[in-house]
């Protein structure tokens, strides 16, 4: 059945006049009654009484006429999802984020600007590793990342975007040795105990820390590990050992616990937003263009 049929019928339907329904239909009054004409034969059924004086719907007319209009509500319908997913104004946006992330005042202003801005997208928030996020990019199991670089990035087709900066800082006990030292730098780490994330976690933080202290001549002595900031902040408290982490990570406070920066320039990390180049996914882009208008 030709869509476009439909739409002069139910003009018709409306107007009971063909020289009216013609204009309104910005075309001449021989193809709206071809069109009639075919649509009718197409059914087996007339659809209106003709008279040179009047236009009226028949019993058969009347029928398709509810039907037609719900055909044509439903393509409108079908047209309009189509430009508001293409548009970014719905449909799904799955965002990766790091542990340490949410700490930055950053990361809520974020997702708080998105969800204003386009209420309908359903966004879910995924926390994995850096390592972990690059792969579930490149795999579309998730549209944008929120990341540290790892150390090593294999050949790939992702755009790494920086967001910003923030130093590495030592956490320790209140009553650690370096704890009122006038500078700190990373060679004075040599024979402390760290307390780190798991080397196999694909943490980006971990990596740079183990690329600081080779630089320096000697790998880190880890004596713990955990897999959430938190716990690895409430572990210095213990003097089980010292932990380097990123600068936002001063947020969670444990008592007993001081941080201090490190007196180096190398001792940097960023956060980068990541995402597939050439996306066609219109909510993914329109996220990293506010993330790089909010940093």
């Not at 006990?173 to 004075?188: C, T, W």
């Not at 780190?196 to 943490?203: N, S």
Request: with cysteine; hydrophobic share 45%; glycine share 6%.
């Amino acid at each position: 059945m030709n869509i476009r049929h439909l739409e002069f019928f139910v003009v018709l339907a409306q107007e009971l006049h063909f020289r009216r329904s013609a204009e309104r239909l910005g075309i001449t009054q021989a193809p709206l009654s071809l069109a009639i004409q075919s649509l009718e034969t197409e059914l087996g059924a007339r659809l209106f009484h003709r008279t040179r004086r009047s236009v009226a719907l028949t019993e058969a007319g009347l029928a398709l006429l509810d039907d037609a209009r719900a055909i044509l509500a439903r393509i409108e319908h079908a047209k309009e999802s189509v430009w508001e997913t293409v548009s970014g104004d719905v449909g799904r946006l799955r965002v990766g984020f790091t542990n340490a992330s949410t700490l930055s005042p950053f990361f809520p202003k974020l997702i708080h600007a998105y969800r204003t801005q386009r209420p309908k997208v359903n966004i879910t928030l995924l926390e994995l590793s850096s390592s972990r996020q690059i792969e579930a990019i490149e795999q579309r199991e998730i549209d944008v990342g929120l990341l540290r670089m790892p150390e090593s990035v294999p050949p790939t087709d992702l755009v790494f975007t920086p967001l910003m900066e923030e130093p590495l800082v030592l956490a320790m006990h209140a009553r650690h040795r370096l704890a009122k030292a006038s500078s700190i730098k990373v060679k004075d780490l040599r024979d402390e105990p760290f307390i780190a994330y798991p080397r196999q976690a694909g943490v980006a933080v971990h990596e740079k820390i183990i690329a600081l202290c080779a630089k320096r001549g000697f790998e880190p002595q880890v004596v713990q590990e955990a897999q959430q900031a938190s716990t690895l902040i409430g572990l210095t408290a213990t003097g089980l050992g010292i932990a380097l982490v990123p600068s936002t990570l001063q947020t969670i406070a444990v008592p007993g616990v001081v941080f201090r920066e490190l007196d180096e320039t190398d001792t940097i990390t960023t956060l980068y937003i990541v995402h597939r180049r050439g996306d066609a996914n219109a909510r993914a882009m329109q996220f990293v263009e506010l993330a790089l208008g909010l940093r």
